[in-house]
């Protein structure tokens, strides 16, 4: 009896259980983090590099798009849309490299402050 009731709950519970659903900002800021995280992986060589930035950069550029026309995102007053939106050069990296003719790398280190000749002259040593 006990085990037929655990095989019911078991049923009703994964009948009533959803799918997480992650919205499409969600998903453009995996899609971005996970770039982020390629730019600065020592362990791939500088073709490797390039070729995965390639088609994360595709990706990211149509997840963009995905979230500039979602209907879904007007009118919603939450802290990640607001915060998404007001750090436009940050949020739609590919889109904004694009429009100020830079490499994504670049454009990313520049809206922290970083420029490529910077981390060049910089030396590696201890503390």
Do not use: C, P
């Not at 009703?12 to 899609?31: D, S």
């Not at 963009?64 to 050069?89: C, H, P």
């Amino acid at each position: 009896m006990k085990t037929k009731f655990l095989i019911l709950a078991g049923a009703a519970f994964m009948a009533f259980a959803t799918a997480a659903q992650a919205g499409t900002l969600e998903n453009l800021e995996r899609e971005r983090s996970m770039t982020v995280n390629t730019f600065l992986d020592s362990s791939l060589s500088v073709d490797e590099r390039q070729a995965k930035l390639d088609s994360q950069r595709r990706r990211l550029v149509d997840l963009e798009r995905i979230v500039m026309r979602d209907k879904s995102l007007r009118g919603q007053n939450t802290k990640t849309v607001r915060i998404a939106f007001q750090n436009y050069d940050v949020t739609f990296l590919g889109h904004a490299s694009a429009e100020k003719g830079h490499t994504m790398v670049d454009h990313w280190l520049t809206q922290f402050g970083v420029s490529t000749d910077s981390l060049m002259s910089t030396r590696v040593g201890s503390r």
